[in-house]
Nanobody, 114 residues
Framework: QVQLVESGGGLVQPGGSLRLSCVASGFTFSGQVMSWVRQAPGKGIEWVSE????????QYADSVKGRFIISRDNTKNTLYLQMHSLRPEDTARYYC???????WGQGTQVTVSA
């Protein structure tokens, strides 16, 4: 079945960096537009970034533009989110999504705090 397994989150100080990973299985990863979304405590889902199937077209929310980089490795069925200059407002649980599937992974928690 379709599975998405996120990892790489943690506690980081403001200004720090983290790299999130999402390993996909159960579908043809290379055929899916992939995205990252996040949910902060007590708030709704926020779209963060999206990457097309070949990794040639990237989109970012204004709140992360210039700080986050989305990428993918279709040979490893893995999606990445490199996050730099992290801010307390980036604190959230981060999830990867495949465009054609409703499946959610468990997410990975990112906490930015001094």
């Amino acid at each position: 079945q379709v599975q998405l397994v996120e990892s790489g989150g943690g506690l980081v100080q403001p200004g720090g960096s983290l790299r999130l990973s999402c390993v996909a299985s159960g579908f043809t990863f290379s055929g899916q537009v992939m995205s990252w979304v996040r949910q902060a405590p007590g708030k709704g889902i926020e779209w963060v970034s999206e990457i097309n199937t070949r990794g040639t077209h990237l989109q970012y929310a204004d709140s992360v533009k210039g700080r986050f980089i989305i990428s993918r490795d279709n040979t490893k069925n893995t999606l990445y989110l490199q996050m730099h200059s992290l801010r307390p407002e980036d604190t959230a649980r981060y999830y990867c999504r495949a465009s054609d599937y409703e499946t959610w992974g468990q997410g990975t928690q990112v906490t930015v705090s001094a």
